[in-house]
């Protein structure tokens, strides 16, 4: 029995599809790491910490580049710097999660987000 070619160019396709669509599903996942890890892997992280306070956040808005320094759960700290605007209510942050990856020294981020204290959070529950 043959064969036709046509089924042989269907499952190439089908394989293709399936190799396609493996490789974007890995790189759509981005796992949390230490700043350390972050530093030894060099691919595309995030990293959840707190912005140190007592190093001001600088943001240039001729170059549109946001700068701050981040401090992870274990101490280890470094600077964030992002091509964009500074994310809102950022002076109000309790925690903060950068995605991007490390180049050098710093840590270039491409999307951060901010985890506000919830304006619920001293709230009384109704009265009945």
Known sequence: MRIRP???IGALALAGFVAL???ALEQA???YVSIAKAIQLGKRVQ???VWVR???PVYDSRANVFRFVLQDEHGDRIPVVYAGAKPNNFEL???VVVQGHVVGAEFHASAIL????SKYSGA???QQ
């Open 6 to 8: 046509r089924y042989w």
């Open 114 to 117: 901010t985890k506000c204290p």
């Open 21 to 23: 669509g493996i490789s």
């Open 124 to 126: 009384t529950p109704l």
């Open 54 to 56: 007592d190093v001001e």
């Open 93 to 95: 942050a309790e925690s």
């Open 47 to 49: 990293i959840k910490g």
């Open 29 to 31: 996942t981005v796992q």
